[in-house]
């Protein structure tokens, strides 16, 4: 197929199933095209089990054309970042900035060993054999959390505000943190030598190295904002912010996610104050919310198609269902002992805690970040116990977290 064909199937299904949800289920958006997807995968599955279909094996080609991990990593979640950053306050973000920063990079990095630790463990214990590295490895991609489905439903459940900020700036950041620990340990993994002082220096190079850079083109975008009010060409402008500084950043060597959060934050805040006309303020919202949304139903039909691709035995099965509660335990754990260090993160917000942690939703970057592994026994079983933790996470998690931050905040 080519690529305009590929496209147009994508879309074509993204509507159908969003037409479906809007009319049938009636879930929330992200919620419910993975939804929908995931039952039309289950059931063309068992349509070719009695042979009378090829429908898995049409979905498998589709898959191939598409190729997720290179399409969301190098591509998608530079514009996802990059609208989510553009309407996130600055001045929210500066209030909460020690309880960000600590789930970003200490929640970050204690999950990964917490569920990377645990997961050697259950691995064993079946008799698996998957290296300390690979498990480590899930850890880190399990780890950052997804804002995507979250935010929505914390804004109709009137979630407190401290907490919705929380969340929003921990998982702009979180990814960021998250692609950097994963590529040090894929280093590892490879055959590097696992020095402490290079993945430090790899780490600051990318983190840092990022923000640093984001903050540069966001500087240069918010000089050609501000010297011209016509709307088209600030719209052009935001766009060669977000595909040329992503591009940029990776041939840089810096962490092209963190770029396009911390040019988004400074264009969504100094930008749509001191450099655009209301006119272009109403254009650019509109044109970046529906390029957000348009992205987001195609990303999540990807995730529940994906179901197809996965060869499970009992074992890994069984991995699954241990591994869900435990990563849950691990987030519990990267909020909770931040939250001893920091009384501001619990004090004043009823159940901030318990919202934190079943408010960290999973998603497409986990899934992404599980296809771009080598070929070979660990990368099927990592992506096993990936795709179950993500579906549970979006499925279970977000549909009762309405509920929960009803209940915790009364």
Not at 51 to 72: F, H, K, P
Request: glycine residues 10%.
């Amino acid at each position: 197929m080519t690529d305009f064909q590929v496209a147009a199937i994508l879309l074509t299904l993204t509507a159908a199933l969003a037409y479906v949800n809007a009319r049938v289920l009636r879930l929330p958006s992200a919620i419910g095209l993975m939804t929908t997807a995931l039952i039309a995968s289950i059931a063309g599955l068992a349509l070719d089990a009695t042979g009378l279909t090829d429908i898995g094996a049409r979905v498998t080609s589709l898959l191939e054309e598409v190729d997720l991990a290179y399409a969301l990593l190098h591509g998608m979640l530079g514009v996802l970042l990059f609208a989510g950053a553009l309407h996130v306050n600055l001045g929210d973000l500066r209030e909460q900035r020690a309880p960000i920063a600590a789930l970003a990079l200490v929640g970050t990095t204690l999950s990964t060993a917490i569920v990377g630790g645990v997961t050697y463990a259950v691995f064993a214990g079946l008799g698996v054999d998957l290296p300390l590295i690979h498990c480590l490895l899930f850890g880190a991609l399990i780890s950052p959390t997804d804002p995507i489905a979250v935010l929505g439903i914390l804004k109709s459940a009137g979630a407190p505000r401290s907490v919705e900020v929380t969340i929003t700036g921990e998982s702009l950041f979180n990814d960021g943190v998250g692609v950097v620990i994963f590529l040090a340990l894929l280093t590892v993994a490879a055959g590097g030598e696992p020095d402490a002082t290079a993945l430090g220096r790899l780490f600051a190079q990318e983190a840092l190295g990022g923000a640093v850079f984001g903050v540069a083109i966001g500087y240069v975008g918010f000089l050609l904002l501000r010297s011209i009010d016509q709307y088209s060409v600030e719209i052009l402008i935001t766009l060669a912010m977000v595909f040329g500084g992503y591009a940029a950043a990776e041939a840089l060597h810096v962490s092209a996610p963190i770029a396009a959060v911390t040019s988004g934050l400074l264009v969504g805040n100094h930008g749509r104050s001191l450099a655009m006309s209301e006119r272009t303020r109403d254009h650019l919202d509109t044109f970046w919310e529906l390029i957000d949304e348009s992205l987001n139903a195609v990303l999540f039909l990807l995730i529940g198609l994906e179901v197809v691709h996965l060869e499970v035995t009992t074992e890994l099965a069984i991995a699954a269902a241990v591994l869900i509660p435990a990563v849950l335990l691990a987030r519990l754990a990267s909020v909770g002992l931040p939250a001893l260090a920091l009384p501001r993160l619990r004090r004043g917000t009823p159940g901030a805690i318990a919202i934190l942690t079943w408010g960290g939703l999973r998603g497409g970057i986990s899934v992404a970040l599980a296809l771009s592994l080598p070929p070979g026994p660990a990368r099927e079983a990592i992506l096993v116990v990936t795709y179950a933790v993500v579906v549970f996470s979006i499925l279970v998690q977000g549909l009762t977290l309405g509920r929960l931050v009803r209940r915790v905040t009364r």
